[in-house]
């Protein structure tokens, strides 16, 4: 049965009863692993003779053993006997299903109308038994149904329901809180570098997805960053396409952020409604300028005969940052006269400040290497002694240039001699500095002793 067809559904009884109108207060917390905590604050109407509660517009994709229900108005005057929730939602194919051996009308395309019993509504075919007989009839786009009521146990939203006990008045506010999946968000900044790649503008977007299956109006919304450890974090449904993309720029600082139990907590200071099937982009911090070197590095385990480039600065107050960073996507860019391109990106993890920020955006396109053991021999059993050469060319042909060699070496090792300065940094990993004129070559050479 094709999706896209028209059916008319003629309800002469109502199934479903409806909520009173609710104010509803909308608090997101969104955690970057696909998580989201809702808390909703409602004004609803309970009669004591009946003491149902129905929220509707809850997330699809609730985990239904996180929800928890209290009253704002009597803490902790009622019991909870029974919580459900009910997610069999409307759609034409379930309401076939729910019709069959039941009686239903049909109106053709040439007007004509039929009325009999659902027998079968498999493929591209309905079946029907009348007064005169079993009909079989081809399903097409202009085949209107119509049947007289909504079926028992089918919903038009997903809702939460309550039997509860000990309700002593009738108008309530009360508070549910509980988690969903199909909700994330992730941080990317967008940097400029200035002529001489000594200084990058910089700025930072948090991209907010919400597949939960509803819409959260006027949310005030805060955003966890850090590494929440889940028990088989799971999702319960298929996610679904992302409908809508909205942007919204800071005319101030949009987050107020901080530390917050092992993790950081970023509060937006204004309400923001994050719509079903949208993703929303808001301004993280307003852009800051900060300085930052460029960066040239080998590594002999890894680098084969190309050079990376990383443009690497301080997260520190007196620079204009010094913030928590979550992790995210760096995408760099510069100006080419009056246009902007793109030179590379790279992701950071979650950064506290102070620390140092390392990207690694490309490969140099005229700098190469060639490294070569001149002379490897056995000095005893478990001792070797080994020369290398790391010769660099610079095929620049204004610019200076200086390239960081990062060696990686096994065992126990010791630097005899070499050419240029050094720096261990650890235990397998030790640091030259090589200067390189423009147009020119130089020649890193020294002789490491190991054993194991």
């Avoid at 109502?14 to 104010?23: F, G, R, T, V």
């Avoid at 720029?249 to 917050?260: I, L, M, N, P, V």
């Avoid at 930052?292 to 600065?313: A, E, L, N, P």
Wanted: glycine residues 6%.
């Amino acid at each position: 049965m094709q999706t896209n067809a028209r059916i008319a559904i003629m309800v002469w009884s109502l199934w479903c009863s409806l909520l009173p109108a609710q104010a509803v207060q909308n608090y997101l917390t969104v955690y970057n692993q696909d998580l989201a905590l809702v808390k909703q604050i409602r004004v609803v109407h309970i009669d004591p003779r009946s003491p149902i509660i129905r929220f509707q517009d809850v997330a699809e994709n609730i985990i239904p053993t996180s929800v928890h229900l209290r009253s704002l108005t009597e803490p902790g005057s009622f019991t909870i006997l029974e919580q459900n929730f009910e997610y069999d939602l409307v759609n034409a194919q379930k309401i076939m299903e729910k019709y069959l051996d039941h009686s239903v009308q049909l109106l053709t395309e040439a007007g004509e109308l039929i009325t009999g019993k659902l027998l079968s509504f498999r493929g591209q075919q309905l079946v029907l038994q009348g007064k005169e007989g079993i009909k079989i009839i081809p399903w097409n786009d202009n085949l209107q149904i119509s049947v007289p009521q909504l079926p028992e146990g089918l919903i038009t939203r997903p809702t939460l329901v309550w039997q509860i006990t000990g309700v002593t008045k009738e108008r309530q506010t009360l508070e549910v809180s509980y988690l969903t999946t199909g909700m994330s968000w992730k941080a990317e900044y967008v940097g400029e570098l200035s002529e001489k790649d000594d200084r990058i503008n910089l700025g930072a977007w948090v991209n907010i997805t919400n597949r939960s299956g509803t819409t959260f109006e006027h949310a005030q919304l805060k955003l966890v960053a850090g590494d929440v450890r889940r028990v088989r974090p799971r999702k319960r449904f298929p996610t679904k396409a992302v409908d809508a993309f909205e942007a919204k720029a800071a005319t101030r600082e949009a987050f107020e952020q901080k530390a917050f139990f092992e993790y950081h907590l970023y509060t937006l200071q204004r309400p923001t409604t994050l719509k079903r099937n949208q993703i929303k982009q808001i301004a993280l911090f307003n852009p800051v300028t900060l300085p930052c070197t460029k960066q040239y590095v080998y590594h002999s385990r890894t680098g084969g005969d190309k050079v990376d480039v990383k443009i690497v600065f301080r997260n520190r107050k007196e620079n204009g940052l010094g913030i928590p960073l979550p992790k995210g996507i760096f995408r760099i860019y510069k100006r080419d006269g009056k246009s902007l391109e793109f030179v590379g990106e790279d992701q950071i993890d979650h950064t506290p400040r102070n620390e140092e920020i390392q990207l690694t955006i490309g490969k140099a396109f005229d700098i190469r290497v060639k490294r070569t053991v001149l002379e490897e021999k056995k000095i005893a059993r478990t001792t070797l002694e080994r020369i290398v050469e790391v010769e660099i060319r610079n095929q620049k042909e204004k610019e200076n240039i200086e390239v960081r060699v990062i060696e990686f070496i096994g065992g126990y090792w010791e630097i005899l001699e070499s050419t240029h300065p050094y720096i261990k940094k650890s235990a397998n990993e030790c640091e030259f500095l090589v200067p390189v004129k423009a147009n020119s070559i130089a020649k890193l050479k020294f002789r490491v002793r190991y054993s194991w």
